[in-house]
């Protein structure tokens, strides 16, 4: 079965750089979610969308920004990057009707 | 306000024994709560789920928890430990699984296996 594809796994960026994560939700999934997991953290809500429209909003730092795309795809924009952004982000996607998130492998990002 | 507490943030066993991993929620609504899995460098794997049918919820690889509302826990169980279980647990909760919904992970589990 299709799963949450992520690009890239990993990513080397300098401090103050910009950055952008990709997602592609599992096919007629129209949610799709983004969290950050710092090393040995849980990993932390920072927004979502439905139907391409920003539905929730969690710790995203201003200098992150994130959309949904027609084709339900997402990406995760961050801009001036400081060594505290290195982290695993993960993207969910959920499907309607459906409870579960499903998570993608995530991109590691470290910020040097 | 929702939120997980998962006591232990680390937990050992030996291989054969039971496994059980503590999560107790905090929700103002009824919850929906899941177990996720993660091994190292990868990404989280849905155990099981608890969506307000059967209490006791079985999962993937032997996994299973029970819903006690008066407890307000949601405890993750195993029988017999296997060396690939050693892993990262996370307990989730979600309000409801309407659009945009975010999850609350508690701190985690990790779960050592000792042959």
């Known amino acids: 079965a299709a799963g949450v594809i992520q690009s890239p796994r990993h990513l080397i960026k300098e401090k103050r750089e910009t950055a952008t994560l990709k997602c592609y939700p599992i096919?007629?999934?129209?949610?799709v979610y983004w969290y950050q997991q710092g090393p040995g953290q849980d990993p932390q809500f920072l927004i979502s969308?439905?139907?391409?429209?920003?539905?929730d909003k969690g710790s995203i730092p201003d200098r992150f920004s994130a959309q949904q795309f027609s084709d339900y795809h997402s990406e995760l924009n961050m801009s001036s990057l400081e060594l505290g952004d290195s982290a695993l982000y993960f993207c969910a996607s959920r499907g309607q009707g459906s409870y579960e998130q499903y998570f993608g492998p995530g991109t590691r990002l470290t910020v040097t | 306000a929702q939120s997980v507490t998962q006591l232990g943030s680390h937990v050992s066993v030996s291989e054969g024994a039971l496994v059980l991993l503590r999560c107790n929620y905090s929700s103002s609504v009824p919850p929906y709560l899941f177990w996720y899995v993660q091994y190292p460098n990868q990404g989280l794997q849905l155990l099981l789920k608890y969506t307000s049918a059967a209490t006791l919820v079985k999962g993937i690889n032997g996994f299973e928890a029970e819903f006690k509302k008066s407890e307000t826990s949601f405890h993750l169980t195993k029988p017999s430990a296997h060396m690939s279980d050693a892993a990262e647990y996370f307990c989730?909760?979600?309000?409801?699984?309407?659009?945009?919904?975010?999850?609350?992970f508690g701190t985690g589990t990790s779960l050592t296996v000792i042959p």
């Open positions: 096919p007629r999934h129209d949610t």
């Open positions: 969308f439905y139907e391409k429209m920003q539905s």
């Open positions: 989730a909760v979600s309000v409801s699984p309407t659009a945009g919904n975010q999850f609350y």
